[in-house]
């Protein structure tokens, strides 16, 4: 996965910061690279680091995520002791952390079954069929699109996305399909609108280091809104 995005597993972003470092697994032959605040590591050793994969001594085969058919990038525990990846976890809208802090373990409880029930189209569009009914889908943020596909399919292709809440501290998840992800860049191309709205996870995108710290949390705190209104 690495080599198709560069940079971190989860944001894609490769540059790191003082309060925000890119750290690198030193696993035999892994090639995850994450950001200290998108994996949830808490204190960043002065000696060799391991992601949760490498640590856990499991066989490299048995480790999938659970939400999509790719194997490499940044995995955690799931709850019921599997794996998910990170990414896949953010970006699935009712997948929650237990824990916001260590992003850990990933609760896929509350993800409805229809998820699972949707097939990739772009597993399907690269003839992977056999893996497009795999995990659990995302589907296209433009309101009216049927188009459903994996996280990670999404996220190697370029296609995912930060956008802004409802309110201002809030950052939301999404996706869009090849065509409307086109589309929506054109137009706020065309209309000059503030790029910090949309910004596309890719080499280019320029979030403020404050807001990359700390968004990774919000998704929580917005799920705990929504559960427990007041
Ligand atoms: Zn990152
Ligand atoms: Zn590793
Ligand atoms: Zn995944
Ligand atoms: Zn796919
Ligand atoms: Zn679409």
């Given at each position: 996965m690495r080599e198709m995005v560069g940079g971190c597993c989860v944001c894609s972003d490769e540059r790191g910061w003082a309060e925000n470092p890119l750290v690198y697994c030193d696993g035999h032959g892994c090639n995850v690279a994450v950001?200290?605040?998108?994996?949830?590591?808490?204190?960043v050793p002065t000696g060799p680091w391991f992601c949760r994969k490498c640590e856990s001594q499991e066989r490299a085969a048995r480790v999938r995520?659970?939400?999509?058919?790719?194997?490499?990038?940044?995995?955690?525990?799931?709850?019921?002791?599997g794996w998910a990846h990170v990414?896949?976890?953010?970006?699935?809208?009712?997948?929650?952390?237990?824990?916001v802090l260590t992003m850990e373990p990933i609760m896929l409880q509350y993800v409805p079954h229809e998820r699972y029930m949707k097939t990739c189209y772009i597993c399907e569009d690269h003839g992977r069929e056999s893996k497009a009914a795999c995990g659990a889908c995302m589907a296209?943020?433009?309101?009216?699109?049927?188009q459903a596909f994996h996280v990670t399919c999404a996220q190697m292709a370029g296609?995912?996305?930060?956008?802004?809440?409802?309110?201002?501290?809030?950052?939301?998840y999404c996706g869009y399909c090849k065509h409307h992800y086109n589309k929506m860049k054109k137009r706020r191309s065309s209309e000059n609108a503030n790029s910090?709205?949309?910004?596309?996870?890719?080499?280019?995108?320029?979030?403020s280091q404050d807001k990359h710290h700390h968004h990774r949390q919000r998704k929580v705190n917005a799920f705990c809104l929504l559960l427990f209104p007041n």
């Amino acid at each position: 996965m690495r080599e198709m995005v560069g940079g971190c597993c989860v944001c894609s972003d490769e540059r790191g910061w003082a309060e925000n470092p890119l750290v690198y697994c030193d696993g035999h032959g892994c090639n995850v690279a994450v950001h200290q605040a998108c994996y949830g590591i808490v204190q960043v050793p002065t000696g060799p680091w391991f992601c949760r994969k490498c640590e856990s001594q499991e066989r490299a085969a048995r480790v999938r995520c659970e939400l999509c058919p790719h194997k490499d990038g940044a995995l955690k525990r799931t709850d019921s002791g599997g794996w998910a990846h990170v990414v896949c976890a953010l970006y699935i809208p009712e997948v929650q952390f237990a824990n916001v802090l260590t992003m850990e373990p990933i609760m896929l409880q509350y993800v409805p079954h229809e998820r699972y029930m949707k097939t990739c189209y772009i597993c399907e569009d690269h003839g992977r069929e056999s893996k497009a009914a795999c995990g659990a889908c995302m589907a296209c943020n433009r309101q009216g699109c049927r188009q459903a596909f994996h996280v990670t399919c999404a996220q190697m292709a370029g296609l995912l996305c930060e956008e802004e809440g409802p309110e201002a501290d809030n950052v939301k998840y999404c996706g869009y399909c090849k065509h409307h992800y086109n589309k929506m860049k054109k137009r706020r191309s065309s209309e000059n609108a503030n790029s910090a709205f949309c910004h596309s996870r890719g080499r280019s995108s320029s979030p403020s280091q404050d807001k990359h710290h700390h968004h990774r949390q919000r998704k929580v705190n917005a799920f705990c809104l929504l559960l427990f209104p007041n």
